[in-house]
């Protein structure tokens, strides 16, 4: 899975892995969401979109299962 900085007030990064649709977004407060599940519409909207946390949180936080960490770093 390729990481790619976004440009974003709340989203620091954001990766997607076609092959198992996985979706991982990194926030700037360090909590990491890898979402399962996710088909690559999203994913394509999501970089598409003129607000990043906007579309993710109306259109996939709460819609596809995930896994939730905070980053140690």
Do not use: C, T
């Not at 407060?29 to 890898?34: R, V």
């Not at 599940?37 to 979109?49: D, G, R, S």
């Not at 990043?52 to 936080?61: S, T």
Request: glycine share 4%; hydrophobic share 40%; net charge positive.
């Amino acid at each position: 899975m390729e990481i790619i900085s976004v440009n974003s007030s709340r989203i620091l990064s954001v990766g997607y892995n076609a092959s198992n649709q996985q979706l991982l977004v990194v926030f700037k407060n360090g909590i990491q969401f890898l979402h399962q599940h996710v088909p690559q519409n999203f994913w394509l909207e999501l970089m598409l979109a003129p607000s990043l946390g906007k579309y993710y949180f109306d259109n996939i936080r709460f819609s596809f299962p995930y896994i939730s960490q905070k980053n140690a770093n």
